[in-house]
């Protein structure tokens, strides 16, 4: 077991990347707190890893909310101790080209992308700087790294994503904590699947997208899963600072 006698924090864990997330990590023996703003998801998150025989926890949390993700935090050291944060929640938004974005939307999708990662850091890190240990995973996307037309608020906000994670790394190695992020590109989830069905042919706009892809799909939720749990586990004790393309080869063609 990857994960056995650790405590895995998860944002966004009722639903795609989150919940794949949350069950690979009970899988490796971990203790999960699923959290998600969606208490129906985040509920049948930890209904489908205690029928696995894992052990999850469901705690409300809107990541945008600082002082609810402090108390979150402190309540699982209190409880549980806490070894990994997996800050995963994050949102879309409908294309728009960036000056037609609505300053609403913009607000929100930095609120929830960029300030939520942020929480979860500022949050977590006192705890485990002070216990020399563990280590923060956090979920940006190929939009960290490639400027996505039509979704320029989510690519600013992916973008700030990896180079926050390089910061916290930067700053947090000496105290022998870890900071990485995880780079997808399509995964069918929810989200992934709203890019499609906003455009006026779904189908069409797929099967472009797919042609770029040398792996010829997109990628299942518990694909992006396994990378997150890798880089969360000791397989990953010398990688710090470090933005994995899980995107099936898109980047390379
Ligand atoms: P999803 O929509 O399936 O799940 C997102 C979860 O986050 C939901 O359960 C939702 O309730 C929760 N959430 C939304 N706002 C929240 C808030 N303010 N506080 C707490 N929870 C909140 O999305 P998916 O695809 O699983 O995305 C997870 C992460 O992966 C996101 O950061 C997303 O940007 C990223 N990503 C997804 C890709 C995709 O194609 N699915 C590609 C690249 C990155």
Partial sequence: MRLADKTVFVTGA?????????????????TVLVTDIDPDGGTETVDRIEASGGEAHFHELDVT???????AIEATVDEYGLDVVVNNAGIGHPPALTED??????????DVNVKGVWNGCQAALPHLKEQESGNIVNVGSLASVYGLPYQAAYSLSKGAVLNFTRAVAAEAGRNGVRCNAVLPAFADTP??????????????????????????????PEEVADAILF???????????????????????
């Avoid at 969360?232 to 080869?249: C, Q």
């Fill in 191 to 220: 989200l992934g699947r709203q890019f499609f069905e906003t455009r006026s042919d779904p189908e069409k706009a797929k099967e472009e997208m797919l042609k770029r892809y040398p792996l010829g799909r997109l990628a299942q």
């Fill in 65 to 71: 909310d600082a002082e609810a993700f402090d108390a």
């Fill in 101 to 110: 974005t609505e300053p609403s939307t913009f607000e929100y999708v930095l």
């Fill in 231 to 253: 880089l969360a586990s000791d397989e990953a004790s010398f990688i710090t600072g470090e933005g994995l393309t899980v995107d099936g080869g898109f980047s390379t063609s």
């Fill in 14 to 30: 009722g639903s795609g990347i989150g919940r794949a997330t949350a069950e690979r990590c009970a899988e490796e023996g971990a």
